[in-house]
């Protein structure tokens, strides 16, 4: 089952949202040359803590950290630890999420430490976080589930190939439903698979995260020793974008964005819901 969200539900889960962005500033700002990815956790838990928020990835399924921390070839579920040291080049995805008042936030962004990036890199992130945004454009009264991962796809797929040859859109891993829990129905994936049919209809007060994952190389990963941290096959480096998005009547309000989704989905001649805590 699919749960669907009253308006009031809905402005629980904006301010958990604003949580999870705030979260990402500090971490971002704070994901330098030098520092550690516990040291990013740090950070992340200082604003939990200043929000009055709680951590919904502290614990889950026994993870150890209260954000995800996945550099260059890790996908997703990397671990914080002191270990692991930051350098001018590195690629860092920073997936992040809040509770508030029983209600999730979630959301990921792909950070450039320092300097040094190829071209190849920057447009590795540009494609991924512009099909999260094809993808949320296509939350609407009206469409099914797969309209969204069509949109996805159908960005990427457009795009011209980098050097390496390919985007990978990781198959293993996708996008999920958001509310009372974190993960919930339904699943969403980043591209077409015509055996799962078209999924349901999307309907307001419906709440999804939306979140590609795509690499310079193979769509398929591996499991490390841990049983949490994600990596691709062939070592190729990725890039993970992620936004909480509820339908209402008016239209999607993108949960996790400072500004409710209102500037970007303007570009693609979508009209945001008003914002709840306005």
């Known amino acids: 089952m699919v749960e669907i969200k009253t308006p009031e539900q809905i402005a629980k889960m904006r301010e958990a949202g604003l949580v999870v962005a705030a979260i990402h500033r500090a971490c971002a700002e704070a994901a330098v040359?030098?520092?550690t990815t516990k040291d990013l956790d740090e950070v992340a838990?200082?604003?939990?803590?200043?929000?009055?928020?709680?951590?919904?990835?502290l614990g889950y399924g026994g993870f150890p950290g209260n954000i995800c921390t996945s550099v260059n070839d890790i996908v997703?579920?990397?671990?914080?630890?002191?270990?692991?040291?930051?350098?001018?080049?590195?690629?860092?995805?920073?997936?992040?999420?809040?509770?508030v008042d029983g209600w999730h936030g979630d959301a990921a962004l792909t950070v450039?430490?320092?300097?040094?990036?190829?071209?190849?890199?920057?447009?590795?992130?540009?494609?991924?976080?512009?099909?999260?945004?094809?993808?949320?454009?296509?939350?609407?009264?009206?469409?099914?589930?797969?309209?969204?991962?069509?949109?996805?796809?159908?960005?990427i797929r457009r795009q011209p190939l980098p050097a390496s040859g390919k985007y990978g859109i990781v198959e293993d891993y996708g996008g999920h439903g958001i509310g009372s829990q974190m993960h919930m129905d339904p699943h969403l994936l980043n591209y077409v698979d015509r055996r799962r049919g078209r999924?349901?209809?999307?309907?307001?007060?419906?709440?999804?995260?939306i979140e590609p994952m795509v690499s310079l190389g193979t769509p398929k990963t591996h499991v490390l020793s841990d049983d949490w941290t994600v990596k691709t096959n062939d070592?190729?480096?990725?890039?993970?974008?992620?936004?909480?998005?509820?339908?209402?009547e008016e239209g999607p309000l993108v949960l996790t964005a400072p500004d409710g989704g209102k500037a970007k989905l303007a570009e693609l001649g979508v009209e945001t819901a008003p914002d709840p805590l306005a």
């Open 33 to 35: 040359p030098g520092a």
């Open 45 to 57: 838990a200082k604003v939990l803590a200043d929000h009055g928020a709680k951590p919904n990835f």
């Open 76 to 99: 997703v579920h990397g671990i914080p630890d002191r270990g692991t040291v930051l350098k001018a080049g590195d690629l860092l995805s920073i997936d992040a999420g809040a509770i």
């Open 112 to 155: 450039f430490v320092g300097e040094g990036h190829s071209a190849e890199l920057r447009e590795l992130s540009r494609v991924t976080e512009e099909s999260m945004w094809a993808g949320i454009a296509a939350v609407r009264k009206g469409n099914r589930l797969v309209d969204v991962s069509k949109a996805i796809e159908g960005y």
């Open 199 to 209: 999924g349901p209809k999307l309907v307001p007060g419906m709440c999804l995260a």
């Open 235 to 248: 070592g190729t480096w990725s890039s993970h974008w992620e936004h909480s998005v509820a339908l209402t």
